[in-house]
């Protein structure tokens, strides 16, 4: 046990006691104060000037009523949020996730992550998250259209190019954005750069759509060659069939590893002989397209469905974690590293529980945190915001070069602050490689 903590149950409790009920959103600040209070404790600039308990609380909440209509004319209510979480590096940046299970807490750990990550990219962006209880699932686009047009009819004039800039997460994809866009666009009347993940046609970026995915499979590259190994015939599980387990199935198929399972909330499929392009394009069109469930993948090739569970007692070198938070237990974890798992990285926002990091850390693998390993999104978002500021378009071999450059520089920083010995701290040295930055820019601000 650390000897501060003390320290970290004491700012725990008041962090509880601020922040009733919102289990994620403790857990989240959890990790970081016990990698960050430490720290801190050599530096007492940050401690004198509260800088972490100043961190944890945001900077603007907005919650709002989103009245829409139905297809078959009756009325429905969800509810919009918006965390403003920290400007101190750069505007509000950060996703908007429709999900039923969404409500404040879960925002509020994902806003508060998203301020180390991007303060991981060294691109300046600041920390948000939004979204709304809206289930996107079995609604027309119609009716998605509706919902998006009056989430935005509040939300516009929270955000802008230098205030606040939203994008995807969970149920929030290219449709979506374009809807939010095109409303944004109406009410303001002005063309800006006020979401990424754009379509290609109105300011989106190439290499957007795949940076999350690609991103964090570039991220295990890198941790993989500190033990002079690569992707070649590895095996893979991947949960989740969304955006970020596509782009990374992609990228581990091109690298040369074999992809074996992908999954939804419903269960996942396993395939022996490995998703190659043509079935993770079929995956693409149920998913993106026809909008389907991922056990259709069985009527077409032969594998395997299992429903109601995750893939991590399937026997592989490496595990992806692509879906949800605390998709991965403790026990799970054990399960992997008995199964000879190498390297587990997480392309989700906090999948892994706090027990199964802590055997991840203890075991020694090779363990990355969403903060630092699926950063590859939000980062590409940076680089679309930079290109709408030029007028421009960059390349997508320029756009990608620049994501691996990111992403190796986010393992760099991952070693400057987490290297003990031999073995490198993924989790320390992203909290802490995050930290350094904003609260030294806080510092530098005076007391905001
Ligand atoms: P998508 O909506 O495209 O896909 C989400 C996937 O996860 C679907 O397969 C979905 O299954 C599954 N899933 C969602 N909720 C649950 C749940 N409660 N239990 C089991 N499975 C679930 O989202 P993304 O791919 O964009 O996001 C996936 C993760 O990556 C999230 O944690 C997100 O925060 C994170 N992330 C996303 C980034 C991005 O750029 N999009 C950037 C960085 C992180 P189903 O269809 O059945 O719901
Ligand atoms: O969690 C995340 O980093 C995202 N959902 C992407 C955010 C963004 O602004 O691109």
């Known amino acids: 046990m650390s000897n501060h903590q003390s320290e970290i149950d004491a700012f725990m409790q008041f962090i509880v006691k601020k922040n009733p009920g919102e289990v994620e959103y403790h857990q989240a600040v959890q990790e970081v104060a016990e990698n960050v209070i430490p720290f801190i404790s050599d530096h007492p600039e940050y401690k004198k000037t509260k800088i972490l308990e100043r961190i944890a609380e945001p ?18 209510i969800n509810r ?27 925002l509020k750990f994902l806003a508060f992550e998203q301020v180390f990550k991007n303060s991981l990219t060294s691109l300046p962006m600041g920390g948000g998250k939004g ?61 800006s750069g006020v979401l990424t993940g754009k379509g290609l046609q109105y300011g989106g970026s190439l290499i957007r759509p795949e940076a999350t995915g690609y991103g964090c499979v ?19 599980v991947i949960s989740g069939s969304g955006n970020v387990a596509q782009f990374a199935a992609e990228k581990v198929i091109q690298l040369g590893g074999t992809v074996l399972t992908m999954s939804d909330s419903n269960g996942y499929i396993l395939d022996e002989e490995g998703i190659n ?25 032969t594998a395997t469905f299992v429903e109601g569970k995750t893939p991590w ?14 998709e991965l237990t403790g026990d799970d974890a054990k399960t992997l590293i008995a199964n000879g798992c190498i390297s587990v990285a997480e392309g989700a926002n906090m999948p892994s529980t706090p027990d199964a990091v802590e055997v991840f850390l203890k075991t020694g693998i090779l363990f990355a945190p969403g903060k630092a390993s699926n ?11 930079s290109q ?23 393992h760099a920083t991952c070693i400057k602050y987490g290297k003990h010995g031999d073995k490198i701290n993924y989790v320390k040295g992203a909290n802490i490689g995050g930290f350094v930055k904003v609260a030294d820019a806080m510092l530098a601000q005076g007391h905001v």
């Open 388 to 410: 709408n500021s030029l007028r421009l378009s960059w390349t997508r071999e320029e756009v990608d070069l620049r994501l691996q450059e990111i992403m190796k520089n986010i």
């Open 131 to 191: 979204g709304s209880d809206f289930d996107p699932k079995g609604k027309s686009d119609n009716e998605v259209m509706h919902f998006c047009q009056s989430f935005m009819t509040e939300l516009y004039r929270h955000i802008g190019a230098d205030v606040d800039v939203p994008a995807g997460d969970i149920g929030v994809g290219g449709r979506e954005v374009g809807f939010l866009f095109g409303q944004y666009k109406r009410l303001s009347n002005e063309f």
């Open 375 to 385: 950063a590859g999104g939000v980062a590409v978002s940076g680089l679309e915001m």
């Open 80 to 106: 919009g949020f918006r965390i403003q979480m920290n400007s101190a590096i750069g505007p509000y940046k950060g996703g908007l996730r429709f999900h039923p299970s969404v409500y404040l807490g879960i």
């Open 59 to 76: 900077e603007r909440v907005v919650m709002f009523r989103v009245p829409w209509i139905d297809d078959k004319g009756d009325f429905q």
């Open 277 to 301: 392009t043509e079935k993770l394009s079929f995956i693409m069109d149920l998913k993106n397209n026809k909008r389907g469930r991922i056990s259709e993948y069985t009527k077409k090739y």
């Open 218 to 236: 570039y991220f295990v590259q890198e941790m993989l060659a500190t033990r002079n190994t690569d992707f070649k015939n590895k095996k893979v």
């Open 313 to 326: 007692a399937i026997k592989c070198d490496i595990a992806l974690p692509c879906a949800t938070q605390n």
